[in-house]
C-alpha cells in the first residue's frame, strides 16, 4: 500500500500458510510514539481453487467428506466441482486490540482490507479511537486454508502526533468503503456466516518478522520474539508464542406499531424509541402456566435475534437495516454481527436521533474455529481468541459475567468444506451454562439444520436441561421476513427490552412462531390444561382457522385438533408422568383434521372455554417438521 506521505511505517511482515491450517497469529507491537491515525493492511494470495487445482481425487475426497459428515447425496461431478470452485475458499480475518482492549474486526471475504482509524473516517467493524498508543496486537483469524505456499502480508502505518497536517488518502478511503459496500453475502450455507474446523492439522504457519503468537500444529517462527510449543512447531530465531493444535417492506396493520414512546438512553441494550401497541394491541386472554398472567398491560413482542450488517460480512448498513425491521413490525432487534461490536453505537445514535418505532438489543455473533455462539445483551466484548473447542463453557461463564445470554446458532449448519466452523462442534459438559439455542435459523434447510436443531433441544428439554428455544433470520440482506419464523416474547408497553428479554430467556418463555401463538395455562381445581391462540399479527401471515396440538412429552406423545378463534380445554389425566410437556402448533394436516376439530369443539357456537373439550389421542411419534407453527414455552408441572 502506498500511504500519504505524512504516514510512518510502524510494522510489515509477511508469512506463508500451507493447506489445512487453522488457528491465529497474533503479532504484537509496542508503539514508540502517539498516533492519531493508524491503518492496519493485511492482503493474502490464492483464495480460491484454480482450474487446475480441481484434480478427480479433489472431488473424491471432498465428495467422501460431505458423505460421511452430513450424509449428503453424490452430486454430479460437474456440479459439484464448479461448488469447489466458486464456494469453497481460503478464509482469512484481523483484529485489533489495543492496550488488551477490542477496537475492531473485520470478517469478511476480501484478500485485500484495511482497518483504517482517520479523524474523519473508521472503517466498518472497527471502534474509533482517539489516539494509538502501548501496545497494539493484531491477530490474523485463519478459519481456512485451500492451497499451500498461501503467501500473506501485515502492515501497520500511522500519523504521529504533532507531525503535521494530514493530507487524507481519499482513495484508500473510497477504497475501504466500496469493499464495505460490495461485502455483502447471500444467506446460502457457505457464503454468508463462515467460519472454521479443521479437516486436518496445520501444515506450517510461519511469522518471518517481530513479535508473533503462532497458534496450530506445524507453526514456525523465522524471527523475533516468540516461545513454540505443540505438535511440530519449529522456532528457527528468536522465541514465538505458539500454542494449540492445528428490504422497505410492507405496510400494515400490527400489534407492534402504533404510539411511539421513548426509551431513556440510559437503559442498557436500549436507545432511542420504543414502540408502543395501538389501543387494542394487547392480549387479553390466557395465562401462563408460571402464573404470568398476559394482562392488558402485557404484549406480544417480536423479536429478530440474529442479523448482520456491513459492520461485518452483510449487505445493509446499520441504518438500512434498522428501517428494514421498523418497516416490518418487529418490535426489537439484536445486532450480532461476526466478532464486533462496532454497530450497536450507530444504531444506539440513529434510534436516539431518528426516533424509528423499535428497539435495539446489544449483541454479538462469536464466529470461532468449532462453531458459532450467539450473545444478547453483550454490550462489552470478550475475548474469544483463546477458544478451547472442548471447554466452550469458559467463555460463556465470561460473557454471563459481563450480564450477557449465551445461546449456539444453528448448531448444525453446514460447515467444512463449504463454511468452516458454522457448524457447532465443541464439546459441552454442562449444559446449564448454555441460556438458549436457536432451533429455527430461517435461511438454513428445513430438514438437515433446523429439524435437527429443534431434536436437539427437545432431547435436552427431556434430559433435565432448562435451556430456552429461539429462531434468528440471520439477516445478511434484505431476505423476506414472511413466512419465517421469529421470537416472541411477553413486554409491556414502553418496558425495557434488555430486562424483558433477560426474563424471558431466564424464564424459559418465549415463543418461535410464523405468527399464530398457542398460550397454555394448567387449571388445577379441574385438571385440565386451557389452551388458547393469540394472532400475533406479523406481516404475511394469516392465521388459520383450524390446527393441530401436540403435546410432547418425555415418553409419550398427544394431539388434538383445534379451531383457532376460540380456547379449548383438554383433560390432564393422560398426561400424567410426561412432565415436563412441550406444546406444539401445527397447520391443519387434511380434511379430517377440519372435521376433528369441530368434533372435539363442540361449543362452536360460543367463545366460552368452559364449554369446549379437545379429545387428546396418543401418537407414536411427532409429526415432521413441515407445518409447524409455533414451538410454546416448556411447560412443567411439577
Known amino acids: 500500500m502506498t500511504t500519504d506521505q505524512n504516514y510512518q511505517q510502524i510494522y510489515r511482515v509477511g508469512g506463508m500458510l500451507d493447506a489445512g491450517f487453522v488457528g491465529q497469529i497474533t503479532y504484537t507491537i509496542s508503539l514508540d510514539q502517539v498516533y492519531d491515525e493508524l491503518d492496519i493492511h493485511f492482503s493474502f494470495d490464492k483464495r480460491l481453487y484454480s482450474e487446475s487445482d480441481v484434480t478427480p481425487e479433489l472431488i473424491d475426497r471432498l465428495q467422501t467428506l460431505c458423505t460421511a459428515k452430513y450424509n449428503a447425496p453424490t452430486y454430479p461431478v460437474e456440479e459439484f466441482r464448479q461448488t469447489i470452485l466458486h464456494e469453497m475458499k481460503t478464509e482469512i480475518h484481523t483484529m485489533a486490540e489495543l492496550n488488551d482492549d477490542f477496537i475492531g474486526c473485520i470478517h469478511r471475504q476480501l484478500t485485500d482490507r484495511h482497518m483504517l482509524y482517520t479523524k474523519e473516517f473508521t472503517s466498518d467493524g472497527c471502534l474509533a479511537q482517539d489516539t494509538f498508543s502501548g501496545v497494539l496486537k493484531v491477530t490474523v483469524l485463519v478459519f481456512n486454508v485451500l492451497l499451500d505456499n498461501t503467501q500473506y502480508t501485515l502492515t501497520v502505518s500511522g500519523h504521529p502526533v504533532g ?45 518471518t518478522a517481530g513479535s508473533s503468537d503462532v497458534s496450530g500444529a506445524g ?59 395501538a389501543a387494542g394491541d394487547s392480549s387479553t386472554t390466557g395465562s401462563s402456566s408460571a402464573g404470568n398472567t398476559v394482562t392488558a398491560s402485557t404484549r406480544f413482542k417480536r423479536l429478530e435475534l440474529h442479523n448482520h450488517t456491513v459492520e461485518s460480512d452483510g449487505s445493509l448498513t446499520c441504518q438500512e437495516l434498522t428501517e428494514y425491521l421498523a418497516a416490518d413490525h418487529v418490535d426489537a432487534f439484536a445486532i450480532t454481527d461476526h466478532n464486533t461490536t462496532s454497530g450497536q453505537k450507530k444504531i444506539e445514535q440513529l434510534l436516539e436521533e431518528k426516533h424509528y418505532p423499535i428497539s435495539l438489543i446489544r449483541g454479538m455473533e462469536y464466529t470461532t474455529y468449532f462453531g458459532h455462539i450467539l450473545c444478547l445483551n453483550l ?12 471447554r466452550p463453557e469458559l467463555l460463556f461463564e465470561a460473557t454471563r459475567k459481563k450480564g450477557a445470554l449465551v445461546g449456539i446458532a444453528h448448531p448444525f449448519s453446514y460447515g467444512d468444506p463449504f463454511a468452516r ?42 434430559s433435565g436441561y432448562q435451556i430456552t428455544a429461539t429462531s434468528g433470520m440471520d439477516l445478511h440482506n434484505r431476505a423476506k421476513l414472511a413466512g419465517c419464523y421469529a421470537t416472541y416474547i ?23 412462531s410464523k405468527g399464530a401463538l398457542l398460550l397454555t395455562e394448567v387449571l388445577p381445581e379441574t385438571n385440565e390444561l386451557l389452551l388458547t ?4 399479527h406479523k406481516p404475511g401471515f394469516s392465521v388459520p382457522k383450524t390446527a393441530q396440538v401436540v403435546l410432547k412429552g418425555k415418553d409419550k406423545t398427544f394431539t388434538t385438533s383445534v379451531s383457532l378463534d376460540k380456547p379449548v380445554r383438554v383433560s390432564l389425566n393422560q398426561l400424567s408422568g410426561t412432565d415436563p410437556i412441550i406444546p406444539l402448533l401445527y397447520e391443519a394436516a387434511s380434511d379430517s383434521c377440519v372435521n376433528a376439530a369441530a368434533a372435539s369443539t363442540s361449543c362452536s357456537n360460543t367463545a366460552d372455554a368452559s364449554s369446549a373439550a379437545g379429545q387428546l389421542k396418543e401418537i407414536d411419534a411427532l409429526p415432521a417438521i413441515e407445518g409447524l407453527l409455533c414451538v410454546s414455552p416448556v411447560l412443567y408441572r411439577d
Open 379 to 390: 454490550a462489552k466484548y470478550v475475548p474469544w481468541n483463546s477458544i478451547d473447542q472442548h
Open 421 to 462: 466452523g458454522c457448524r457447532f462442534e465443541m464439546t459441552i459438559s454442562d449444559y446449564s451454562k448454555v441460556d438458549f439455542i436457536e432451533i429455527f435459523n430461517n435461511p438454513e434447510p428445513l430438514h438437515e439444520v433446523n429439524e435437527r436443531g429443534t431434536n436437539l433441544w427437545m432431547s435436552l428439554i427431556f
Open 219 to 277: 507453526s514456525a517462527a523465522m524471527a523475533g520474539d516468540s516461545s513454540v510449543s505443540g505438535a511440530g512447531s519449529v522456532a528457527t530465531a528468536g522465541s514465538s508464542d505458539v500454542s494449540g493444535a492445528g428490504s422497505a417492506a410492507m405496510a400494515g396493520d400490527s400489534s407492534v406499531s402504533g404510539a411511539g414512546s421513548v426509551a431513556t438512553a440510559g437503559d442498557s441494550g436500549v436507545s432511542g424509541a420504543g414502540s408502543a401497541a
Open 533 to 536: 391462540f393469540t394472532d400475533a
Open 163 to 207: 507531525h503535521g497536517v494530514i493530507a487524507p488518502n481519499f482513495n484508500l478511503m473510497d477504497t475501504v468503503k466500496t469493499a464495505a459496500g460490495n461485502a455483502g453475502a447471500s444467506n446460502a450455507a457457505g457464503s454468508a456466516d463462515n467460519s472454521c474446523d479443521a479437516e486436518s492439522a496445520p501444515a506450517s504457519a510461519v511469522a
Open 490 to 512: 411477553e413486554g409491556k408497553n414502553g418496558g425495557n427490552i434488555a430486562s424483558e428479554l433477560d426474563t424471558a430467556i431466564h424464564t424459559h418463555r418465549t415463543w418461535v
